[in-house]
């Protein structure tokens, strides 16, 4: 089991948005190649974390908004980002103290899990909607973020963590 840190500051609102923003300009980004297999959903990983960290700050509102913003950017069916990314944002609410407790490498994996299953929402609604089954590889995204989880961790906790003391030195 892993003890959380206490030490950490109150996360700022702005520090929020600005790593939605972020998220959102990497997920726009053009991407070609073997790279469009490999690309993260950035966005969905950023509103899973936040709902996991943040769950009063960050909830379905924002995942929706997120999502519906996603569809317009990528010209998509219109809801089904929004409807994977509230799905999303349930499971990382319902699941936030559990995911919390574990190591690293059991976050990993119960992200993972979390993250393939937007991609399969997002995935029905375009069969349902006459798309063909792209294969497999359109899951690799959810790889790549759920590897990213740690490093996301680490980055986002930054501004939270105390200036050091010079007195403990």
């Known amino acids: 089991m892993q003890s959380r840190d206490f030490s950490l500051l109150p996360v700022s609102g702005v520090f929020i948005i600005i790593t939605f923003i972020a998220a959102l300009l990497v997920n726009l980004m053009p991407w070609s190649g073997w790279w469009v297999y490999v690309k993260p959903d950035l966005v969905a990983l950023v509103v899973l974390y936040w709902c996991i960290q943040q769950p009063r700050k960050v909830g379905f509102a924002s995942a ?6 996603m569809d317009v950017a990528e010209g998509s069916l219109f809801g089904q ?7 999303l944002a349930f499971a990382g609410i319902v699941l936030h103290r559990r995911v919390l407790m574990f190591t690293m490498r059991d976050q990993v994996l119960h992200v993972l899990v979390l993250l393939l299953m ?6 029905a609604v375009r069969m349902f909607a006459g798309a063909a089954f792209p294969g497999f590889r359109y899951f690799i995204g959810s790889v790549t973020a759920a590897i990213l989880w ?3 961790t680490y980055i986002f906790k930054l501004p939270q963590r105390p200036a050091p003391d010079p007195d403990r030195a």
């Open 150 to 152: 740690p490093a996301l």
């Open 64 to 69: 929706w908004l997120l999502g519906l913003v």
């Open 118 to 123: 937007n991609d399969a929402i997002v995935l």
């Open 81 to 87: 980002h929004a409807l994977a990314y509230s799905v």
